[in-house]
């Protein structure tokens, strides 16, 4: 069973197509008491007072717009479709202060705001929709929103409202009659009052004795998200997430820890447990022990990060320390959550230096491994130590802890140098073992290690602690002349130790606080039980370094960045997707399977005992059986016209390929349009829906199907994608979506173009400045009137969004002052009559001032770029020929 999920601060999650939307928390006592319910986007918290909305970022007095339901009567307000889970938020060590065991809606409504009129918020595809639902007869006149704290209010040419960084998209009104969708023509309308701007919406005829629906739908200009910085699974299944909210948000000001736990389907998360206090706190590791805690290891700089137990021998404040650089003085944190989300455990651990807890581990008798790096000379120590005293002006630390006892053992672990541990490993047995960088000629080898002496510029280090009596086993350099940093660290039952690091092309200086990569290779590294020899060291096809996972086999699951290897037979994604999956047999050389890995930043990834692997990152994370060859697969969608075949955001009305294995008939079909002049959505067997909506059908066979993205996908920034075939499915994959697709029909990187009189647009036949030029796209989005999939338009109808064609001429210019480029006049941007629904055409005027290098090859002179919608950022679509 296969799941995408995407957390920031709220979890969405998909399970095969179908979507949990973000919740909306009941106010207990987290928000101010007028606030009734809130929610939160990326960019945005949501908070719902009885009558109006209020959305904030950062500072609240600065940075709130305020939407008041102007002339409403208040009838109830009231949370709809309640989720399993609970959110907590542990903020500061005064307990009386935490709030805890939050119910979570997934949808709010506002009853009666107006007589017969009802306001609901949900979520689509992480973006906010509001629905007013007019009851027969109910006047939608009555609805005026009234808009303040806004410095920017703009009605688009698009009919989309624009107050400041977010977008309300023009409205969709409909009724349902027998089960069918009616749209009804809508948009806004605008008046001034003041310092506040009222907005009513403006409705064509409809059936006033029947239900109408008004539905906005509201996209923000993506400002800082959460991250996701570590993930584990337990026996059941169950995925367990940490990361760091985003710094500026209303409730949690700086950024604080998240620890979430999702059920095994994905379908709900159980608890979202917010930790921290008055300064940043950062998660770096989570482990799960066998009871279903949760433990978190990370670093704080909030002086009232929650410290009930004290681990140290004085009461810390991180930000308070002897150096001169009192801001950037922390402690290491760690925290642990029960099966339902409440906390059984916070401590801080570190001295009068910087500290951090890096790594950290949970045995199955409840005992706790931490490891991190700390500059304090008065760090705990316990136990039977190795190193009681800090070596350079930076050393690791090892310890060993229990809730009911504290400390069992604790030590240093460096030489006179700076070093760092990264890194933590347990084996099934309770052993320990930690990784990380040193540049000590004297780091503490012990054992019989495998290279004992400091091979230059910055080696790795790897030591095991035994779970007997916390003693070391070993302690080895791994290195050569140039650098190399520690990427993963895992261990197996046997007592192996596997490395994913990445060997530099220079040497690496720790002292300068700057870590340059030059032309890295990731290598997989695995280390005998004794420390003594490598079992194999294999460069791997990854640039940078690889996170891992290793299973009961002795096979290692990685997962990173830039992976330019080749991929096996069953790739579920076989796009050029700048990260990868890669799974090795026991000799970490031998490929079991290779795929690219879409959708998801990052690379983080563990596996559950079932061997299904999560691979997380970013703000997202994907659980796929990667053991099981899917058979029927969608492998890769790209845009038809696209020169390079690379993976881009599909887009509404978008013309797209989709490659893959057994999708259709061996022998390859064409569709035909039929009497009404309409593309069948099935075609010899064949269908393919986003999100459910079956899509018109151009051409399919085995390994191959043309079709074109339902304008229904507007407003999503993600999409379930799904072939079926002959009663069968490809397993759904879920592909990013854009408002448009800005890609002009092209053939080897040349924009195809039609001059004035219509012909061919060519180096032999180059159009004249002050010339109308026509190129055609897809994907441009809906149109005014909206045509229909799969139909054939028959009229000139513009684009809803906004269109803009850049011209960059191609003449060699200097770095200090590049080709800026030159808008034109569109003249038309819109429906190309005659052509399927989708394509667009885009007529515009070559600008009489505009300087055309001479034409020198077949490559166009002039570069085009196609900007449909908000601009953010452009790129170049390819050449076309302009008369110097």
Known sequence: MNYRIVLSLAVLSRLNGAQLPHYFEQNKGQAESSVRFLSRSDSYTEFFKDHEVVWTFGDARKNSL???????????????????????????????????GIDCYARVRYQNIYPGIHAEFHRSDELLEYDFAVSPHARPSDIKLLFSGAKSVRLLRSGDLMIDGMLHRAPLAYQMVDGTRHPVEAHFKLRRRGATTEVAFALARYDHGADLTIDPVISYEKQIAGEISSIAVDSQGALYITGFTRPADPLVNSPQVLVAKLTPDGSDFVYLTYVGGGGPSFPAAIAVDSTGNAWVGGVTNAPDFPNTVQLSKRKLSPGVCSSSSTNSCSDGFVIGVNAAGTMIYDALIGGSGNDSVNGIGAEASGTIWIAGSTASSDFP?????????????????????????????????GGSGIDYVDKLALDSSGNAYVAGETNSTDFPVAGSPFQSAYGGGTDIFLAKFLGSDSSISYATYYGGPNGELVGDLKSDSAGNAYISLLVLAQPLDLTSGVVIVDNPQNVLLKIDPFGSSLLYDNPTNFIFGANIAVDTEERVTEAGFLYFGPLSANAISTCNGSGGIVQLEADGVTVRYASDILGVGGSLVALDSSGSVYIAGGNAVEKQDFSQDPGMAATCTVDAFNADFSPSLLAPGELVVIYGRNLGPSTGVAASFDSSGELPTQLSGVQVTFDGRPAPLLYVNANQINTIVPFETSGQTTTALQVSYDGSSAPSVMTPMGPASNIAFQESNQVIALNQDGTYNSASNPATAGSVMTIFSSGGGQTNPPLIDGQIATVAAPLVLPTQVLLISTAPSPESSPPQPVPAQVLYAGSAPGEVAGVIQVNFVIPAGLSAPPIESSYGNVLVALVIGPEDGYGTSGGIFVQP
């Open 66 to 100: 305020h939407m008041e339901f102007a002339g409403a009567r208040f009838g109830s307000l009231t949370g709809l479709d309640q989720s399993r889970g609970k959110v907590n938020y542990v903020l500061g060590q005064d307990e009386q202060s935490w709030v805890t």
């Open 381 to 413: 120590v316990a136990g039977s130590l190795l190193q009681s005293t800090l070596n350079g002006s930076r050393d690791g630390f090892v310890a060993r802890l229990t809730p009911a006892s504290g400390l069992i053992m604790s030590t240093y672990l």
